[in-house]
DNA sequence: GTGGTCTAGACCACA
DNA sequence: GTGGTCTAGACCACA
């Protein structure tokens, strides 16, 4: 798992596994169905404790973006279920980001204009902030 | 000043309180040098410590949003101050939230088209959810 | 009496006053011995409570800047007592400045050419900020 | 932690506080990533609340001198950012200070001079009041 | 254990 | 009246 924490962030430790496993698995890396360590495994590799691996598996499994069967383990979930939830919280993070935009006094049209030259900027490859 | 809280959310109530100041100040109710009630006034008005309304304050205050005077009162930030500050936090919200979806699986195009969508539905008056 | 306040100032209006006359006395446009405006009348002028005028002739008195006379008004103290406490003063202020400075891991040699640079910029009529 | 607060004064205890707090990060006591104590334990041992603790903490925080890490504690920022900071408010309170003499009717000459003396005599060992 | 939020309430300087 | 400081103490999430 190419998962980095960052320890002194003030993100909680499992909010920033949560969102880890989630990128592993939009950008496919982590494909349905396939397997994560073990709570113990994962939580030892990456020098955390137990409870917090925990904690995240739980709440991507509330998320339906998991499924833990006792015994086995924890996979990715089957069928679509993890990519159309993924997809379903991303454009519910965007929407409220527009909200947010609206209410702090820009327009339709510059909201347009700031995305289409942020996601210019990502396909040229450039950085950024 | 209409401003709701809900004191059973998980987010604080003195940033709901900075959140619900900064959109009467982006919408434009609440215009450069407008006095804000007393942080005892508002304090009692809704039902909180007036402790927590002056944090609210004065994080307002180190956003350039707010400028409070001992003795005087409370006041929207004169000039551009106010307005700048609002559309600068409300232009990295939207980035993040673009960065948010893409990270989620969304292409550009799609986030593009959700955009678009959102913002002509606001324009007809529909509620979105 | 050129004197110019900023009421929405956080710095009391009572020590913006006390500064304006120290200023005017420093820069020899109140001399030794020269009358001050009434408490009443410079009240008036400047549109502030007497009581916040009357403070701040009673600092300035107790500094040794002024001499107030029941019955005749206050006057910049006679002899050099104006013009020595002042100075005495801006001698006090800088070494606590130089003293901050050390404190803050700035060298003596450090601390030495920012004070000539400073000097020179403004006797260059250069604003330095 | 060598902290001695004076309970009398008009200056804040906070203030106090974060002043002690920078000269023990500017004279190299306190050094990059070091941590302080716990906002319970200082606020103990100095007899005073933890909330003024706290909130010493928080303004050192905004200003890039210290991390609080929920759960953690908190240290001295890593990397330049502490030392930087303090050395900028260092020079900016030197200007200050050299503003104010000059307003006093010091001389540019009178002012090196002040500070060459000043600067010689601390290296001397000698206290200078 | 750690920092963060919040309440209740006293007291201060300033206007 | 206004905002600012401080105390005492409860409760929370996180590690």
């Given at each position: 798992m190419f998962i980095t924490l960052n320890y002194k962030s003030r993100t909680p430790i499992c909010d920033q596994l949560c969102e880890s496993i989630i990128q592993l698995a939009g950008c496919g890396v982590l494909a349905s169905g396939d397997s994560l360590p073990s709570v113990r495994s994962l939580a030892q590799e990456l020098g955390i404790n137990p409870n917090t691996v925990q904690k995240s598996y739980r709440i991507l499994e509330q998320q339906g973006i998991l499924e833990s069967i006792p015994g086995k383990g924890s996979f990715i979930a089957r069928g679509d279920g993890a990519r159309v939830t993924l997809r379903e919280t991303g454009r519910k993070t965007l929407e409220a980001g527009i909200e947010t935009a609206l209410s702090?006094?820009?327009s339709p049209?510059?909201?347009?204009?700031?995305c289409e030259s942020y996601l210019?900027?990502?396909?040229?490859?450039?950085?950024?902030?």
């Open positions: 702090r006094g820009l049209e510059e909201i347009l204009q700031i210019s900027n990502k396909k040229e490859g450039n950085a950024h902030d």
